[in-house]
C-alpha cells in the first residue's frame, strides 16, 4: 500500500513569506502528526490532527498552523517565515493516534533565504 | 519536561562488529518506546516496545525495554554498511501528545 506523501519536496522561501506543506497519509489512517527536524533541536513535535481535529500542539509559536481534511490528508501552514524555521519537515500517520506506532513521510525540505 | 537520552551520539565501527545503541528517558505517562532508522529523510519504523524484559527480534536487529531502570536498547550483529544511518530513540506517552525523540546515534559502518 502507499505510504505516507509529502510535497513538495523541496521549497526555497524569502524571508517573510509563508508556505503551506501537505502530507497524504497511508489509506486508513486518521491521525497526522507533524514534526520540525533541525541539526540543533532533532525531531521535535508540531501538532497532531485527527478527524479534522488538533489534538495537541507542540511548544511552537502561533506562526505554525495546521489543519485536516475529510479524507485525513493534512496541511500545515507558516507564516511570516524567518531564517530559523529552516529545516526538514516531518508528517507521520497513525490507524489510532500513536497506539500502532507511527509511518513517516520523506518530508519537505524548507530552506529560508 | 519528557527527555530522551541517547548514547553514544555518533559510533564508528568496522563491519561485522556488534554493536549496542543505548536510550534512557524520563517521561510523564510512559505508554511506548519507538526505535527508528534515518538514513535520508524518512524515518522508519524498527520497534515498538510497551512491555518491559521482552526482547523484540527482527533479523540482525534486536531491541529491549528495562521501565524499572528506564532505557532501552538496540542491538545490532554482524553490522553491513547498509546499517550506516542515524537511529532515533522514541518515547510515547498516548493521546496526541506525539512523539518525544533523543537526539539519534549517528552510526557509520566502515568496510
Known amino acids: 500500500k502507499a505510504g505516507v506523501t509529502q510535497t513538495p519536496r523541496y521549497l526555497i522561501k524569502t524571508r517573510g513569506q509563508q508556505v503551506t506543506l501537505s502530507c497524504s497519509p497511508i489509506s486508513g489512517h486518521r491521525s497526522v502528526s507533524w514534526y520540525q527536524q533541525t541539526p540543533g533541536q532533532g525531531l521535535q513535535f508540531l501538532f497532531e490532527?485527527?478527524?479534522?481535529?488538533?489534538?495537541n500542539k507542540g511548544n511552537f509559536p502561533g506562526r505554525f498552523s495546521g489543519r485536516q481534511f475529510s479524507n485525513s490528508r493534512s496541511e500545515m501552514n507558516v507564516s511570516t517565515l524567518e531564517l530559523g524555521d529552516s529545516a526538514l519537515y516531518l508528517c507521520?500517520?497513525?490507524?489510532?493516534?500513536?497506539?500502532?506506532?507511527?509511518?513517516f513521510g520523506s518530508g519537505t525540505r524548507l530552506t529560508v533565504v | 519536561e519528557d527527555k530522551v537520552v541517547q548514547s553514544p551520539l555518533s559510533l564508528v565501527v568496522h563491519e561485522g562488529d556488534t554493536v549496542t545503541l543505548n536510550c534512557s528517558y524520563e517521561?510523564?505517562?510512559?505508554?511506548?518506546l519507538l526505535w527508528y532508522k534515518q538514513e535520508k529523510k524518512a524515518p522508519t519504523f524498527l520497534f515498538m516496545l510497551?512491555?518491559?524484559?521482552i526482547e523484540k527480534k527482527s533479523g540482525r536487529l534486536s531491541s529491549i525495554l528495562d521501565k524499572k531502570e528506564l532505557f532501552s536498547i538496540l542491538n545490532i550483529t554482524a553490522t553491513q554498511t547498509g546499517d550506516s544511518a542515524v537511529y532515533l530513540c522514541?518515547?510515547?506517552?498516548?493521546?496526541?501528545?506525539?512523539?518525544?525523540f533523543g537526539k539519534g546515534t549517528h552510526l557509520i559502518i566502515q568496510p
Open positions: 510497551t512491555s518491559s524484559g
Open positions: 490532527y485527527f478527524s479534522e481535529t488538533q489534538r
Open positions: 507521520a500517520s497513525s490507524l489510532r493516534t500513536g497506539l500502532d506506532g507511527y509511518t
Open positions: 522514541a518515547t510515547f506517552r498516548g493521546g496526541a501528545d506525539g512523539l518525544t
Open positions: 517521561v510523564t505517562n510512559f505508554r511506548s
